[in-house]
């Protein structure tokens, strides 16, 4: 029964600590997307910027609190500078194009096969 409890706290404990990870890089990419989305010189980047900001947003769990975000996104935007900003922002939308394509591609996989036209009565 000892073991059971240790294998369950150390895969809670891996397992906020993975979360915890991919919370930093979606604070990162929130921070990012929204300067990006309102100081973009290109209406392009600065529409899939702002593309990438909703996505990121719909990734932040009902479970956080105004204070634990508010914390992590400030913490992420000391790790941003001018030199490493668009790299960053390059991975975000690495990422969310990934997940566009993943959707394309099961959107794909989901259409029913072609079928020839009808042909009109009496021709």
């Known amino acids: 029964m000892r073991i059971i409890t240790i ?5 809670l404990l891996t397992t906020s600590g993975a979360a915890l990870a991919q919370t930093a890089t979606e604070a990162r990419c929130i921070v990012l997307s929204n300067v990006f989305a309102k100081e973009g010189k290109d209406a392009n980047a600065q529409k899939l910027a702002e593309v990438s900001l909703y996505f990121y947003l719909g990734r932040v769990g009902p479970q956080a609190s105004a204070a634990q975000l508010k914390a992590l996104l400030d913490q ?8 490493n ?5 390059g991975e975000c939308v690495k ?13 794909g996989l989901a259409q029913p096969a072609a ?3 009808a ?3 009496g021709r």
């Not at 900003?85 to 922002?89: D, I, K, P």
């Not at 990422?95 to 959107?107: E, F, G, M, P, T």
């Open 119 to 121: 042909k009109p009565e």
């Open 7 to 11: 294998a369950i706290a150390a895969t």
């Open 95 to 107: 990422n969310v194009q990934a997940k566009l394509k993943l959707l394309s591609d099961v959107a």
């Open 76 to 83: 992420q935007a000391r790790t941003i500078t001018d030199a």
């Open 85 to 89: 900003a668009g790299a960053l922002m």
């Open 115 to 117: 079928r020839p036209p």
